[in-house]
């Protein structure tokens, strides 16, 4: 059974920082790309990170370059996106995703589709 569960999220004030966690089983999870997406209440699903699978190449939206990290830990199945400087803008739930080997298109929402697994997702609140 395919399972990807996000934690980490939560409330924090503007300029803290979090680390959210994605944790996959039931698939070759060193096979996978992983990606991460946020949706704002009322705003379409956006790509905001990704790590692909083999050389580890990264990739970030414009709106979190430089505050934003992901790194695997293909020991233990999980993708972690360190989140500093947070932001009001930055509130949304979170979500992981699993692409087959090389990282969709981050900007593309066509591309979202390319992702065989989803997440349930995880809210983060950056308010003060």
């Known amino acids: 059974q395919v399972q990807l569960v996000e934690s980490g999220g939560g409330l924090v004030q503007p300029g803290n920082s979090l680390r959210l966690s994605c944790a996959a089983s039931?698939?070759?999870?060193?096979?996978?790309?992983i990606g991460w997406f946020r949706q704002a209440p009322g705003k379409e699903r956006e790509g905001v990170s990704c790590?692909?699978?083999?050389?580890?190449?990264?990739y970030y939206a414009d709106s979190v370059k430089g505050r934003f990290t992901i790194s695997r830990d293909n020991a233990k199945n999980t993708v972690y996106l360190q989140m500093n400087s947070l932001k009001p803008v930055d509130t949304a739930v979170y979500y992981c995703?699993?692409?087959?080997?090389?990282?969709?298109?981050?900007?593309?929402?066509?591309?979202?589709?390319?992702?065989?697994?989803w997440g349930q997702g995880t809210p983060v609140t950056v308010s003060s």
């Open positions: 790590i692909s699978s083999t050389e580890g190449s990264t």
């Open positions: 039931g698939f070759t999870f060193d096979s996978y790309a």
């Open positions: 995703a699993a692409a087959a080997v090389f990282c969709p298109v981050l900007e593309s929402r066509v591309a979202q589709r390319d992702y065989a697994y």
